[in-house]
């Protein structure tokens, strides 16, 4: 009560507030990523596409830089959507992979079944991260979403496939 404001949630919403300081975290992650030879498109400031490509698997990598809280977070998106009869198997195959991690973890949107494996860099105020501390961060993300790609996929059939 007696309270004024507006509360917004959501994906896209939260995603599109970006700010921006000198030699920010913006500006250290789009080079780390452009210096590691990444194909990098700024979708918009604070928002960074990746197309990635291991071992014949494809797939997209976001980069979402959030300036105030410090924190840069690497999304795998995998290219298939989960149908919505599969979502309750996948989520469940999804968690046994994430029990053993020790870092990151793939996560389903139950809306439309889009799966991504997600890490993240968090620092303290005005702290950048180093190269080697993106590097190990990253790094296991393309043969670990590579490996997942073809096991989510042949799920999602075998699910289709038993009606």
Do not use: C
Not at 69 to 82: D, E, K
Not at 128 to 136: K, R
């Amino acid at each position: 009560e007696d309270m004024e404001g507006t509360a917004q949630s959501g994906f896209r919403t939260t995603w599109g507030q970006a700010t921006t300081a000198p030699r920010d975290l913006i500006a250290v992650t789009e080079d780390w990523l452009a210096g590691a030879g990444a194909d990098v498109d700024v979708v918009e400031p604070g928002l960074i596409r990746v197309p990635m490509d291991t071992d014949g698997q494809q797939w997209i990598l976001l980069v979402r830089v959030d300036v105030e809280a410090s924190v840069v977070g690497f999304y795998s998106v995998l290219p298939s959507m989960v149908p919505e009869p599969a979502r309750h198997e996948v989520a469940h195959f999804l968690i046994s992979q994430n029990f053993d991690l020790l870092f990151g973890s793939f996560e389903m949107d139950p809306e439309d079944g889009e799966v991504r494996f997600r890490t993240a860099w968090a620092g303290g105020p005005d702290e950048l991260p180093t190269d080697a501390q993106f590097y190990e961060l990253v790094a296991p993300h393309a043969p670990l979403v590579s490996a997942h790609i073809p096991a989510v996929d042949k799920l999602i059939t075998e699910v289709l496939t038993r009606g």
